[in-house]
């Protein structure tokens, strides 16, 4: 430790920090307050000097980043996210509050990000959602128990990142583009650090040694001094252990640092990842620095601030730091004593205020749980691990589940970051506005009609802009109904810029710098926070429509997995159609969409399973909700089935299961696939048919509401799957004098009711309206008033002229019973006219009522009955 | 528990057993963990230099050492009582070392009532102060009774009562064990809440109380998934840090424990020997598994779970079941057709909803299963 004070005396003050490690955060601002130095130098891209002073506006909260990205080339990027317990967030506030100038001195950005130019910035930004989305799925897959220390491992990979040159210089994060398995093999120095020291996790090993013990009292520089001996004694070994840019950029820093030098003499204080103190502090000739960065690529960056949030701070790639457990260090670091006590009393809280029953008494004991665990583990203080299994055991009696809101709100947490207006614009910003010059749509504040044709190119990207802008939240226009055609190839916009829409496009930069790569990684988080599946299915439509293929495997996942835990059939139903919709919009914008067709089956095969007991004992309002869902799934499944044959013969996810159809290959026979189970050659067949034995399942039971039994008969009849004379004999069984009379209306609603074009069905097959005839008389009257309004419905909806020619089929009666004229079957009818001797055989006692004279009265009655006719 | 199977113990008893030589238990047909590890436990002992609690025999960290399995500093390789997450056993003996009760939970088959008894071992020495819960256990059983024939002839005295184990246990500051604690009537259960809370007992009768000394505790074990169980009072439940035992980790292992275990009773029951099971056997492990964690093997098909446990010792009856059938009835080969019908009563229990979740499991997951077509076939026929 006199090391530092000597060191401080010979050159600048150089703080190696881990970044984002609150105890690093607090030493930093200890050491700069007992050296007072006239600068602060940090690690960072230089062009943002310029931006330093809007940290202190008091519209600036962490956690935000330093977003810079190329001009005019929004989709090449690198953050830097600062929280609030990041040393290099602290050094500048200090710096801000200090009236000292704060520098960034790393290499600029314009350096960085043209390093990346090895591979295309569309790769990158694939390869950097690809990582996203396998980290998301292992983190669901990760027991929970691990949690804590599995993932955070990965944050001593923050070191190594930071050394990748790639992105900016600093670690944290920072580099985007990073691929795993490359930064593996480089060496990660805390790693080694703990290997050494016995543990076999890194990170515990530095909050051991570091973050528990950097509240001590004592020398405010001894930390580091100890930190830079450590990483010295590595560099001597490892060199710079695969991190090859590091050199260069330590030369700038070098470079940077000796600048300021000359200003401010020794009073500089230096604030940078551990790793490069060795190599700052190291003395090299000017000549041999500059010499370094010679003919290094340039490209033209811009810089901003952008809000971050807690959760994106603890993804392991992509934009996030890696930090898995944000709110337990911002905890860490503003607790102002007692973490422990504190952190347990703050879980208390949100279990209470989810109803569970935590009582101070249960503080106290995982307090002690967790003090005595850290004891038993050799630690100096429970860390994370420890108070996690101290409140598993005694907050949340053995079970993961409260646990898990724990960690989402607290270890995780909510936070969202503020950036001040003022903050320049964000790159989302100028990709749209190149779009908008690109596809000739010019904000405007007047409400205008747009009409698009989808098979143009231009129109199509129109519309793709507009659908992306929707999901981002940014309505600058509303689909409204196109006139005129109703075609799958026409699109009708109302166009309206609204001022407050400039400002949703900035809250939207958190999700990424170009539209389409914001639109995507909504599009995912929504759908992994959407609230029902039908919310899910609708999302996936709409990502059909925006044209966002990568953000469905995430959305089409949630979906499957969604749909697999959902007991509603119900829900279900309402999810197919929409799904099949989107499969049909997708054939038409040429989008490959056999993930969605894998989903589909599933999803339908799910609901055919399903759909049998749920049927059964439903009151009527229930039964009536059934019949739509029945409705809609019969229109959904002979949609799928179009599409299944339309699609090329050999796709596999035809064959395959749901959660297999992510990966088909269009027109490749995939051995899975090979051998469908019998009845499976043909899906389009199979489906259909499956569909088909359901409906005679549902029409077969008693237990099922007449409406829906009637619905089933009659898509079974339209399909051809029942014969005309087995729909007449289940008709005969369901209006026989066993049937409750309500039981027998409904389903004749069922059967005939609606805009289902029943009524011509009526007019066209005299026996079953013989049937429902015969029946209807046959109600007897106590029971009459309570069929009525059914009746009414069901016979109200015809068109006035099936009203009519039902009507007047009606007047004339039932053909008499062995007329002559009766039709080979024997079948009931209605006799060809009016039965005259029927009419006549009431006259006598119309007269009689009427009083009329029989005489000549007679005539007249003859004329009532010709105006009758 | 009808079956109980000690996957984590796998390796252990049987050989483990056989090799103890303590005396006068070498008799027993199945030693107490502190003699049959008597050599183990003396060997932490010996060696264990760490601050050890009031009455302990170990340190804690011997105590995790002694469940977990290690190689001491002198080379004694110290066996692994049980085989899962380091932190269950960490956080189990850290409560004990407080003055909070442990209740372990878990379903059947997950080595509760093994990991009591070791612990118990391995803390007091004495792993036998037992309380067995059941649906008749009455409150003598945790507090005292008394010899009637005493009490009779010489009035209520302490030499008329006969003490509970727990009742020993607070005395002498050892660790006490209640196996089944929802199997309890809820009022029996009710008794221990004073002894956890207040550390005493009372006996009216006599005007007097026995005080726990330092270094009595509880271990009780509790079944979470059973049907019909006593729930513990939230008064009760508050005095216990609950540690959860896992099902085993991988579906190997898991097929291991149950391919063990069959062979076992296969033998005790003397059924005919039934070559090549191991498929099936896996079959149904994977079908059990599957159902019981919501989500295919190749994790990505999520399904929804039957209200049944799935619990290991249950995919053991229906292999057993299975084998009985090939056996007498069969051509002698565990078939699919052999085991169909036995998971089919193992997973819908609940006619209504477990038949649905079931057809869906089949119809979504087992049809398109490559190899499983004879299955899928024999599962249709039992379920249709």
Not at chain 2, 192 to 206: N, R
Request: net charge negative; hydrophobic share 40%.
């Amino acid at each position: 430790m006199s090391g530092a004070r000597s060191d401080r005396e010979r050159g600048p003050l150089l703080l190696g920090v881990r970044h984002h490690g609150p105890g690093s955060a607090r030493a930093v601002r200890a050491a700069l307050d007992a050296a007072a130095p006239r600068v602060v130098l940090i690690e960072g891209p230089p062009e943002a000097d310029a931006l330093v002073p809007l940290a202190a506006d008091e519209d600036m909260r962490p956690p935000v980043a330093l977003l810079a990205h190329v001009v005019d080339e929004p989709g090449r990027s690198a953050f830097w996210p600062l929280a609030e317990f990041s040393p290099e967030w602290v050094a500048i506030r200090w710096a801000l509050d200090h009236g000292v100038p704060a520098r960034f001195i790393d290499l600029p950005a314009a350096h960085t990000l043209a390093w990346g130019d090895g591979d295309s910035p569309r790769e990158k930004e694939e390869e950097r959602r690809e990582e996203r989305k396998e980290e998301q799925k292992e983190k669901q897959k990760e027991g929970e128990q691990e949690e804590a220390e599995k993932k955070e491992e990965k944050e001593s990979g923050e070191e190594e990142r930071r050394r990748d040159g790639e992105g900016p210089e600093r670690n944290q994060e920072s580099s985007p583009a990073v691929e795993v398995t490359e930064a593996a093999v480089r060496i990660d120095p805390l790693a080694v650090l703990a290997e050494t020291a016995g543990y076999d996790d890194p990170e515990r090993w530095w909050e051991d040694v570091v973050e528990h013990r950097a509240g001590a009292r004592g020398d405010p520089f001894a930390p580091f001094a100890v930190l830079e001996e450590a990483m010295g004694a590595l560099r001597e070994a490892y060199g710079v252990g695969g991190h090859d840019r590091d050199l260069v950029r330590e030369a700038y820093m070098r470079l940077q640092i000796r600048a300021a030098q000359r200003e401010c003499g020794d009073d500089v204080a230096v604030v940078c990842g551990a790793w490069h103190v060795p190599a700052l502090r190291r003395k090299t000739t000017v000549g041999a620095d500059r010499a370094l960065l010679k003919g290094l690529p340039k490209v033209k960056p811009d810089l901003t601030w952008v809000p971050w949030t807690h959760r994106r701070l603890s993804r392991v790639s992509g934009y996030g730091a890696g930090i898995d457990s944000p709110g337990w260090y911002g905890h860490l670091f503003s607790a102002p004593d007692r973490p422990v006590e504190r952190w347990m009393t703050k879980v208390a809280r949100l279990l209470r205020e989810e109803d569970q029953g935590v009582s101070s008494a249960h503080v106290i004991e995982a307090v002690r749980l967790a003090d005595t665990l850290a004891a038993m583990r050799g630690r100096p203080l429970p860390g994370l691990t420890e108070t996690t299994d101290a409140v598993r055991a005694v907050m949340c009696e053995g079970s993961d589940v409260p646990l898990s809101l724990v960690r989402d709100r607290l270890v995780v947490g909510d936070v969202l970051g503020e950036v001040p207006e003022s903050a320049p614009a964000v790159p989302l910003q100028r990709d749209l506005a190149r779009l908008q010059r690109r596809l000739r749509m010019k904000p405007e504040a007047l409400e205008r009609e747009l009409e698009l044709d989808l098979r143009k190119e231009t129109d199509a990207g129109r519309s793709r802009l507009l659908h992306r802008l929707r999901l981002l939240g940014v309505s600058w226009g509303e689909p409204s109904a196109s006139r005129g055609s109703t075609g799958t190839f026409r699109e009708t916009w109302r166009l309206r810029w609204e001022p407050e829409l400039s400002v949703r496009v900035a809250e939207a930069g958190v999700w990424g710098t170009t539209v389409l790569a914001a639109a995507t990684a909504r599009a995912e988080a929504d759908a992994v926070s959407a609230p029902s599946l039908a919310d899910v299915t609708a999302l996936s439509e709409r990502c059909l429509l925006a044209e966002l293929p990568e953000a469905l495997p995430v959305v089409m996942r949630v979906l499957a997995d969604r749909a697999a835990l959902d007991a509603d059939v119900g829900h279900l139903a309402q999810a197919l159609p929409a799904l099949v919709r989107s499969l049909r919009y997708g054939d038409v914008r040429g989008t490959d969409t056999h993930a969605l067709t894998g989903v589909a089956e599933g999803l339908a095969e799910r609901i055919f399973v399903g759909l049998p007991p749920a049927c059964a004992s439903l009151d009527a309002e229930a039964a009536e909700e059934m019949r739509r869902h029945v409705d809609a799934v019969h229109g959904a499944v002979g949609l799928l089935a179009e599409t299944l044959t339309t699609s090329p013969a050999g796709s596999p996810s035809s064959g395959g299961s749901p959660p297999s159809g992510g990966s088909p290959s269009p027109g490749g026979s995939s051995p899975s696939s090979g051998s469908p189970s019998s009845g499976r050659a043909d899906p389009s067949v199979g489906i259909r048919h499956r569909w088909h034995s359901v409906l005679r399942v549902l029409t077969a039971r008693d237990m099922v509401p007449g409406v829906v039994r009637g619905r089933t008969v009659r898509l079974l009849l339209d399909d051809g799957e029942l014969a005309q004379d087995e729909a007449a004999r289940l008709m005969g069984l369901v209006l026989s004098p066993g049937t409750a009379p309500g039981d027998a209306a409904a389903w004749i609603e069922g059967f005939v009711g609606g805009g289902s074009g029943g009524g011509m069905l009526l007019v066209h097959d005299e026996r079953l309206l013989g049937l429902v005839d015969a029946w209807l008389t046959g109600v007897p009257a106590e029971a009459f008033t309570d069929v009525l309004p059914l009746l009414r419905r069901t016979f109200s909806a015809y068109e006035a002229g099936v009203r009519r020619t039902l009507g007047e089929l009606l007047r004339r009666g039932p053909r008499a019973a062995g007329s002559t004229e009766a039709t080979a079957s024997g079948m009931p009818g209605f006799a060809p006219g009016l039965d005259l001797g029927r009419a006549d055989a009431v006259l006598p006692v119309l007269s009689l009522l009427l009083g009329l004279d029989e005489s000549d009265d007679v005539t007249d009655l003859d004329d009532l009955v010709e105006a009758a006719r | 528990m009808s079956v109980s199977v000690e996957p984590t113990s796998a390796e252990a008893p049987a050989e483990e057993f056989a090799g103890a030589t303590v005396e006068g238990a070498a008799e027993a047909l199945r030693p107490h963990a502190e003699h049959a590890f008597a050599a183990e436990l003396d060997a932490l002992a010996a060696q264990d230099d760490r601050p050890r609690p009031a009455r302990w025999r170990l340190s804690p960290w011997a105590v995790a050492t002694y469940l977990l399995g290690g190689t001491l500093p002198d080379g004694t390789v110290i066996t692994p009582k049980y085989v899962g997450p380091r932190r269950i056993v960490e956080v189990a003996v850290t409560t004990l070392a407080t003055d909070r009760a442990l209740l372990l939970l878990g379903v059947p088959g997950t080595a509760k009532t093994w990991v009591s008894e070791h612990l118990a071992a391995a803390v007091s020495g004495d792993s036998t102060l037992l309380v067995q819960g059941t649906a008749g256990t009455p409150e003598e059983a945790i507090r005292y009774g008394w010899n009637y024939a005493q009490l009779l002839a010489h009035g209520p005295s302490r030499d008329a009562l006969v003490p509970s184990p727990v009742m020993r246990a607070m005395a002498e500051g050892m660790t006490a064990r209640v196996e089944e604690l929802t199997r309890i009537p809820a009022d029996v259960q009710d008794t221990l809440i004073t002894i956890l809370s207040e550390k005493t007992l009372p006996i009216p009768e006599l005007g007097q109380e026995v005080q726990a000394v330092r270094g009595f505790n509880l271990i009780a074990t509790a079944n979470d998934r059973d049907r019909g169980v006593n729930e513990l009072s939230s008064a009760l439940r508050r005095r216990f840090n609950t540690v959860v035992l896992p099902l085993p980790e991988s579906a190997d292992a898991e097929v291991d424990i149950v391919s063990r275990r069959v062979e076992q009773i296969g033998r005790s029951l003397d059924l005919p020997a039934v070559p090549d099971g191991i498929d099936e056997i896996r079959r149904v492990v994977t079908v059990f598994r599957e159902l019981r964690d919501g989500v295919t093997a190749d994790g990505r098909t999520k399904l929804k779970s039957p209200s049944g446990t799935l619990s290991t010792a249950e995919a053991i009856s229906v292999v057993t079941n299975g084998l009985a059938l090939a056996a007498h009835f069969g051509d002698g080969v565990l078939r699919a057709g052999d085991v169909a019908a036995g998971i089919l009563g193992a997973v819908v229990r609940d006619p209504a909803a477990d038949r649905v979740i079931w057809q869906e499991y089949l119809e979504a997951v087992v049809r398109e299963r490559d190899g499983w077509k004879d299955f899928y076939r024999a599962c249709r026929e039992v379920s249709a």
